[in-house]
């Protein structure tokens, strides 16, 4: 067993302790010499210990038990040829063990696992383990070699890596290591060969240009060698220009030309190809370009075809607009950002993917863009925006309360529960986020229940599910017990063929025994079915006045089947290979046969409240329409036209950076023929486009962002009219990234007119940061936003091996910083233990201070204990018998008062005063010791000898 200090500077205390022994020996000169002697020595004791434990006294115990964790980097940046340098390094290493050590395996990249557990015969023959290699972090597997670790016996970690991290802090963990008493042991590989890596590093374009104007384009690539490579650069995914380029080594700018006619923001991608390029990540760049002009509207449709009345009215009111199908609703919010304001006419939303919705939520809220949705047949509710992001966005809500007649629906749903419904559904291809890990089994029953909670609680509701037979999940019963309902729903499970037929046959007979007003089946099926006559069924069927929808789920569905059941039911077929569709098309359809959801009836609108986009419009000649879709407006709504009953026909809100507003009658000839032949219809579209179209900022604002190391920094340059800085300014900013959550940004002011914040990069992607804010007077700032692309991952950029943070590493743990190329005279040492090898220290700092107060008792004992005879007598002992016991002697006096030299004369006096019969007590007279002590004192001064004594002087 061996002892070591932690924090020996506290011995540096041991240099007063000469000057505490002098004060303790001052302090004990009244007690007798012995015990005087006795208090010293304790305190001393007590001093030392105490020291002792402040620096950290601790035991260590010697092991031959070694315990290596092996963390292999297979990030992109080593390469294969890496990887199989370490795997023989890690091989040879494991070869060298000795009896009783142990050793294990952990690869990273991005993420980290465990190859092989801590082992004492462990084979890496090959690595197995699959981590993402577009990035590394050094920090996590530290962490994850760590937690292998018993807590007896030497604990290193061999790692192999080029150093470069690109996530995590490893300095960080290092230290958490150190504390742990883990040794890491460095070992830098070569990163991936790059001899023949062609890189592109950036495209250069002005952020802001004007519309028409001249644009340099510049991209600039880096070679190791000089090669021939092929250069493609393209404006919003269309080739724009291709030229053969020959690449010397270092770096290389190439200049081209375009001009723009577009306002809105424009995105600029550079692909460079060369033959032999072992990295294909790192040769994609991607600029952005903000063009200045007339307002930029993008005008979707759905399948009546395009508005072309409504995309003249707005041209003549000098915006710019563009048709699309509802189909080509963009994918990315840079795309969308192109333009200043959308409109949704009639496009039906079970065709538009909740990924898209949310873009264009993203778009409003955090890019300041405007949305208008106009009404229809396939617009707002019935159209399937219930509870999707579009529908928030809105300035109002298409939950319409259903009717509460007595009773007004019965409801039933057929489910197909045969085996083929425990699989998974899900197209990415249509830009779909398929639902992870739910089968289409459980997603059709979130959407039975989704329906359910729709219908009011006097509507019946039954589901019936099939395979090759029946079983009543839930029978007919009222909609409004939803807790037995959702329990009943969650006992369905999958099993057995299908038999469609069955199906249909058992909910139809159960809905022809119910009184209900309105009679509906719902089928969902995602398979085949024998053969029967499902007209005739269906015949049977609607001849009681039920109708019935079908819903074809996944590609191995009988679409044309589905789709012949709702035709011939007089109801509607749906089919989706999207797994978020499918709770929809049920609360859509639920909502369709539940609720009265649209009006037609020719009506005048009336003016709810005034509002500066009705400004300049005679509305007292406002024309009449003859239908809309029911809405309800929001709290923050403004409501600012209303039909003849008083339901919202024209709302605006703000939402985020942005605004939206939503007319719920069509601007078509269904219901707003005489809008459209109005000859103010232009002037009020053109306005109300105006009022929710992003904003142009009224001060002069440039904003820059920089991207360096993980972080990209945000610099606003603030005017106003007069080109004077804008001091003072309150601006905040967000950020979007497909696929993350928005994130807010905070600014500080650096410099006159100078404004600067920071928000970290999580990965590749295309960042939108929007800046708005007040200015010191409360004018409004902005919005202006901006974008960056961070193409590929720092990983992919050449480097050499990042050497001082792996000797950092070493340095702050105790580790060694190793080669491949070492000998097995050098790998051994990975396997031994030095001289101190040992258990990590086990502090004794508790056991020092319990000794140190346990000397300090006796401390406190050994000067107030009273004398031996004392506390005799006190116990009824007599001194004679004490001094027999103690062999005839006088025992000696033991308090202050008779531990003096005339205490002793006058004792021996009276031992030699002739006994007079009177017991003996032991005590002297008080007046033979006054007379003792003058003698003493007298015979002290005059001779300066002392008398024989027990005591000190005083």
């Known amino acids: 067993m061996n002892l070591t200090l932690l924090t020996p500077h506290y011995l540096l205390l041991l240099l007063v302790l000469p000057g505490i022994v002098w004060l303790f020996w001052r302090s004990t000169t009244h007690l007798p010499r012995v015990r005087g002697v006795l208090v010293l020595v304790l305190r001393v004791l007590m001093i030392a210990l105490v020291i002792l434990s402040l620096s950290g006294l601790s035991v260590k115990n010697p092991t031959e038990q070694v315990n290596v964790m092996f963390a292999i980097d297979a990030s992109d940046s080593v390469g294969e040829e890496g990887r199989e340098q370490v795997l023989d390094f890690v091989q040879h290493a494991l070869r060298l063990m000795k009896k009783g050590d142990r050793a294990g395996v952990v690869v990273f990249g991005a993420d980290a696992s465990v190859e092989a557990s801590l082992q004492v015969t462990p084979e890496v023959k090959k690595l197995a383990s699959t981590v993402p290699g577009h990035a590394t972090d050094v920090s996590h597997a530290l962490e994850l070699a760590m937690a292998q670790f018993p807590s007896a016996g030497k604990k290193r970690v061999v790692l192999l890596t080029d150093g470069n991290e690109t996530r995590g802090h490893a300095q960080d963990t290092a230290l958490v290591a150190q504390s742990l008493g883990v040794e890491v042991w460095s070992v830098p590989i070569g990163t991936n060969s790059r001899a023949t890596d062609v890189q592109l590093d950036r495209v250069m374009i002005p952020s802001r240009v004007s519309m028409g104007e001249p644009l340099e384009v510049r991209v600039v690539a880096s070679a190791q060698q000089a090669t021939p490579a092929h250069l493609l650069l393209f404006r919003d995914q269309h080739l724009l220009a291709e030229r053969e380029v020959e690449l010397r080594p270092g770096k290389n700018s190439f200049t081209f030309l375009d001009t723009l006619e577009d306002p809105g923001l424009h995105r600029y991608e550079a692909i460079v190809n060369a033959a032999a390029d072992p990295i294909a990540e790192n040769n994609r760049v991607i600029a952005f370009a903000d063009v200045m002009g007339k307002a930029k509207v993008l005008i979707l449709y759905g399948d009546e075809g395009p508005p072309e009345e409504l995309a003249r009215a707005l041209e003549a009111q ?11 609703l963009p994918t990315s919010l840079g795309e969308l950002l192109k333009y200043d304001a959308v409109i949704l006419d009639n496009v039906p939303g079970l065709g538009v993917s909740l990924a898209k919705m949310d873009v264009m939520e993203k778009y409003v809220r955090d890019g300041g863009g405007g949305l208008i949705m106009l009404g229809g047949d396939r617009s707002f509710g019935p159209g399937g925006y219930h509870r999707t992001p579009i529908e928030r966005a809105l300035p109002v809500n298409m939950d319409v309360p259903a009717k509460m007649t007595i009773p007004s629906l019965a409801l039933v749903l057929v489910i197909d529960k045969s085996d083929s419904m425990g699989g998974y559904i899900g197209d990415a291809s249509r830009g779909s986020r398929p639902l992870q890990g739910i089968t289409k089994m459980e997603l059709a029953k979130m959407a039975s229940f989704s329906a359910i909670t729709l219908l009011n609680p ?9 395979d090759t037979d029946v079983q009543w999940i839930i029978p007919l019963t009222e909609a409004g017990d939803r807790e037995r309902i959702g329990a009943k729903l969650s006992t369905l499970t999958h099993s057995g063929g299908t038999d469609i037929y069955k199906g249909l046959l058992e909910g139809f007979q159960a809905l022809s025994r119910t009184k209900a007003m309105k009679k509906h ?9 024998p053969k029967a006559d499902f007209q005739g069924l269906v015949g049977q069927i609607t001849q009681q006045k039920i109708t019935v929808s079908s819903v074809g789920v996944g590609e191995d569905a009988d679409k044309w089947l589905m789709a012949q059941i709702a035709e011939w039911g007089q109801g509607r077929y749906y089919f989706t290979n999207d797994a978020e569709s499918v709770p929809r098309i049920f609360t859509s359809e639920t909502m369709l046969v539940s609720r009265t959801l649209v009006e037609e009836h020719p009506f005048v609108p009336s003016v709810r409240q005034d509002h500066e986009l009705l400004r300049g419009i005679p509305l007292t000649t406002l024309p009449a329409l003859r239908g809309y879709v029911l809405a309800y407006p929001k709290p923050a709504a403004e409501v600012l036209l209303v039909s003849d009953k ?11 950076l942005g605004r939206t507003a939503a007319f719920t009658s069509d601007l078509r000839g269904r219901w707003g023929k005489a809008w459209v032949e109005w000859e103010d219809f232009g002037k009020l579209a053109g306005q109300l486009v105006r009022w929710i179209q992003r904003k142009t900022p009224r001060q002069s604002m440039w904003v ?12 606003v340059d603030l005017y106003d009219d007069h080109e004077q800085f804008v001091n003072q300014a309150r601006l905040s900013g967000t950020v979007a990234v497909s696929g993350q959550a928005t994130a807010p940004l905070a600014f500080e002011q650096t410099a006159p007119g100078r404004y600067e914040g920071n928000f970290p990069i999580n990965g590749t992607g295309e960042y939108f940061v929007t800046v708005s804010g007040e200015d010191s007077a409360g004018g409004g700032v902005g919005p202006r936003t901006v974008a960056v692309a961070v193409p590929y991952s720092s990983e992919y950029i050449p480097r050499l091996p990042n050497l001082r943070l792996l000797r950092k590493l070493a340095d702050l743990t105790g580790g060694q910083v190793l080669h491949l190329a070492d000998g097995a005279e050098t790998l051994s040492e990975i396997f031994q233990v030095a001289q101190d090898g040992h258990r990590p220290p086990h502090n004794v700092w508790y056991l020092l201070i319990f000794a140190a107060l346990l000397l300090y008792f006796f401390d406190i004992v050994a000067r107030k204990l009273p004398p031996a005879e004392e506390w005799l007598g006190r116990l009824g002992i007599r001194t004679s018998l004490f001094r027999r016991v103690a062999g005839g002697r006088l025992a000696r006096p033991q308090s202050p008062l008779a531990g003096t030299a005339a205490e002793g004369i006058a004792a021996r006096e009276a031992a030699q005063r002739p006994k007079t019969g009177l017991p003996e007590s032991g005590a002297v007279p008080s007046g033979e010791l006054y007379v003792a002590r003058l003698r003493w004192r007298n015979s002290s001064i005059g001779s300066r000898r002392t008398f024989p004594h027990h005591g000190r002087g005083g």
């Open 318 to 328: 000098g915006l710019a607009p563009e048709l699309h199908r509802g189909t080509e």
């Open 458 to 466: 006097f509507d019946q509701v039954g589901l019936v599910a099939f």
């Open 704 to 715: 820059d962002v920089a991207v360096r190391d993980g972080t990209s920094r945000v610099t």
């Open 646 to 656: 008083a339901d919202p026909l024209l709302a605006v809100w703000r939402y985020g």
């Open 521 to 529: 089946l719902i089928l969902l099926s995602d398979g085949l079915t």
